[in-house]
């Protein structure tokens, strides 16, 4: 029997998020399944998803197996191509193509062949990460529309920094900037990641893109998905693999990072920073076994966290320990590393067993 970490991948939960997303706003559905899928597999979230408009990936490689999957939905290539030895595959695959700079015109400016490349333009409004000028959108617009390789019309997008902090006035700042710079153009319109959908209702356009909130989880620091009416989609447990009672002045773990004041059963469950659980976790951080709370003491190893079974006193070798999912929420235990539960789902590593349900 595996007492290794392993996860679960709640299709239903997904396609529920979807829904639920859906419902807050009134926009066509790209959804953002780039770098694996957040964590939980792209393949098995792409067929649960299959009802999204389009999806979004940031590699060609994500595309593929989309593809070798059989789903032939819309799929948007997000940094669009690195290189020009992409652009056969790319046309096969039948890719939308983000054009955010200006080797990507020169790209298509040179390509020949009869395939005609979707494309949606990016523009900068803030992020300062990747796109155009603004002001440059109708220009590059005609550019592009003047472009053999190139099918029209040409779609416009850019992308929030600060949308999860609904104060920040960033997001009403980028959403006005490039309601200026497309005014009048043709071409579909993006801009609202999820936390955009959420709590900015202006950045919602023709087609929203969201991400994390398809997997359950906010956007926003001081929420969580289940606040937001979203169901976690993944659950990441483990089992005890030792129980023992250490004495009062015990050090546990390496560097000795927690002292018992008193005898305390200790269990060891098979997980650690090998399979991307955080090892910067303190003592005191909560795992879950059955309806108790288990409480981590000691640092994190490879392949091993130590906890005190204080609240567990029937924990015996075999039980399962959840480390996150349903009623144990990612972002309590991202807050709790100091990181972002994007981060804590992105990195789950392969030898992490994946079962989808
Ligand atoms: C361009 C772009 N759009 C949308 C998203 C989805 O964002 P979120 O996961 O916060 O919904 C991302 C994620 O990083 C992105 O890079």
Redesign the pocket.
Known sequence: MNRAARATIDSSALRANLRALRGTADARI?A?I?ADG?GHGIVPVARALADADAF?V?RLEEALSIREAGLSNRIVL?EGLFHTEQLELSAQLGLEL?VHAPHQLQMLDAVSGSHRYPVWL?LDTGMNR?GFEPGAAAELVRRLNDCAAVRGPIHL?T?LAN??DPDDATTARQVEAFGDAVDGLPGER?I??????LAWPESRADWA??????YGVS?FASRNGTDLGLRPVMTLVSELIAVKTVAAGARVGYGGAWTASQPTRIGVAAVGYGDGYPRHLGNGSPVRLGEATGRIVGRISMDMITIDLDDAPDAKVGDEVMLWGDGLPVETIARLAGTIP?ELLCGVTGRVAMRVV
Do not use: E, Q
């Open positions: 790209m953002v780039k957040y979004a940031a997000l983000v990016k990747l997008m992308h949308a999860d993006t609202a990641n999820t936390a955009g959908m893109r969201p991400g994390i909130g398809l956007p994007y």
